[in-house]
């Protein structure tokens, strides 16, 4: 079972500040309302489609749901930017319409593919 609760609690937050219940913000986002009970309680982990629905539906840009601590966990490199450039391109993305964030998908993973071939 999953238990990371810090994206839980700040979709939680999100959707509290704004007055919502659980089933509104699941109604916005195109979710159900058992997906975001087990969200907020940390039974399961939002993927990217999900997270950028709740970006959408909350106007909160996708790298919000993750606290610093969840941030700074992330892989450094020699040069100890690979925090910032993670923040940078969640930043982007969040940024982009659907269609747009499709094609930025497909251009990674062609990148990753072209990247472990030997």
């Known amino acids: 079972m999953v238990t990371d609760t ?16 659980q089933e509104e913000l699941a109604a916005r986002a195109g979710l159900s309302p ?16 999900t997270l950028s629905a709740l970006a959408r539906a909350t106007s ?3 790298d919000r749901f993750f606290d610093e601590d969840c941030r700074s966990n992330a892989p ?5 930017e690979a925090p910032a450039r993670r923040q940078r391109l969640l930043r982007l ?4 319409d659907d269609a747009t964030l499709e094609i930025a998908i497909a251009q990674i993973e062609a990148l990753r593919r072209l990247h472990r071939r030997p």
């Not at 039974?43 to 489609?49: D, F, N, Q, S």
């Open 6 to 21: 810090s994206v839980g609690v700040r979709i939680r937050r999100f959707r509290r500040r704004r007055g919502w219940s």
């Open 34 to 49: 058992r997906t975001i009970s087990d969200l907020e309680r940390g039974l399961r982990l939002p993927g990217y489609k």
């Open 60 to 62: 909160e840009p996708v």
């Open 76 to 80: 450094a490199t020699v040069d100890g």
């Open 93 to 96: 993305l969040g940024e982009m």
